[in-house]
């Protein structure tokens, strides 16, 4: 690629310091796998089929980590989307997505299926 | 017929203002149309294949693929973004110069263009892989109206180069001698929103577990998936909800291009005639060097 070609004499000091604090904005505050607080993870699945969600209410704990499965039984993409939860993840035909949530804070969510607005919409419900 | 052009508009948005920026940051650089041109191939090419491979993606890092790909995605297209205002602050006054004396396009500058180029390429895969998605539900469904659907979001993808279009006149309203300040502080804040973007994906993904709290919440004022704040929300970063994480990706951002590009200024006035003498190759024979050194 020819951005390396900056790397000629008169620029290597910015070089190095651009990539070293973009690498550190990219990976320096990356917790190590598995995540804390990953044990207490509580786990739900749901299904996507005809363009609604089945179950579209969800009760999940509050306060702590969720671990949302959706299962897309629809031959036709999907994306998951919630405004509220800051969250947006393409599910492929017959595909499945999991999407993990912070512990959240009392009080209840909506989301969509992006491209079938009118019918797939649900609410998780936090308590 | 709405429904397909609404979805097929917000996800070309933010390439949409993306394109419209870059063009007019590169504004007199000699094969920025094709540069930028070939980024969106590229970047149409790349969404078909992201489509494609979704549900690989998808399974990819125990169900953290997508959010990965997305992150690096991102990441490209800041540190290209980065590279263009770092080279920028460099040359902006011998290219304003070399704009009024010559009153046309110029050859210096290619390589900032391409990493536009790259940077155009980055954001057209990842928004058109979701819209290549939605197409290709509409043409399985077979439904009645997939004409309808189709007439829909071709007005969705032309209603995205009309948002180019009228980013880059507003810009092109800016005087010679400004515009690449102003163009410098637009890419810029772009850079820290796509990298504010990026973080949230990690984060979303649990890969990043500190500083996850909301810092504020201005939804009620300015909501995010309002059309005022989506545009926002490309061109200067805004967040309703943001977390600890995401600003701290958004100001560390700022200030590394802000300290950058500083540098790059400040250097000492020999080192400055090296780069000259490089460039020189790029321009017509017949002009001197001695303006530039």
Known sequence: MRPSSSARPGTPNGLILSAAALTALALGFMAPLPPAGAAEEAEVTISLKDHKFDPAEIKVPAARAIKLTVNNLDATPEEFESHPLGVEKVIAGKGTAIIRLKPLAKGSYAFVGEYHEETAKGTIIAE | MLAALII????????????????????????????VTLGVLAGLAGSVLVALFAAEISQAFAGRGQEIFNAAVLFLAVIMLTWHVVWMANHAREMTA????????VAAGQESVLVLGIAVGAAVMREGSEVVLFLTGILMQGASNAAALAIGSAGGLLLGAAVSAVVYTGLMVVPLRRVFTVTGVLVTLLAAGLAAEAVRQLSNAGLINVLDGTLWDTSWLLGEDTWPGRVLHVLIGYMDRPNGIE???????????????????????GEKAKLHSVTRSARPSGVTDRDAA
């Open chain 2, 98 to 105: 070399r704009l009024k004396q010559l009153g046309h396009a």
């Open chain 2, 247 to 269: 600003v701290l990706a958004y100001v560390l951002t700022i200030a590394t291009i802000f300290l950058l590009a500083q540098r790059v200024r400040q250097r000492p006035v």
């Open chain 2, 8 to 35: 097929v508009f917000r996800e070309v948005l933010e390439a949409g203002l993306i394109i419209g920026v870059v063009l007019a940051a590169s504004r007199g650089v000699e094969g920025r149309g094709r540069a």
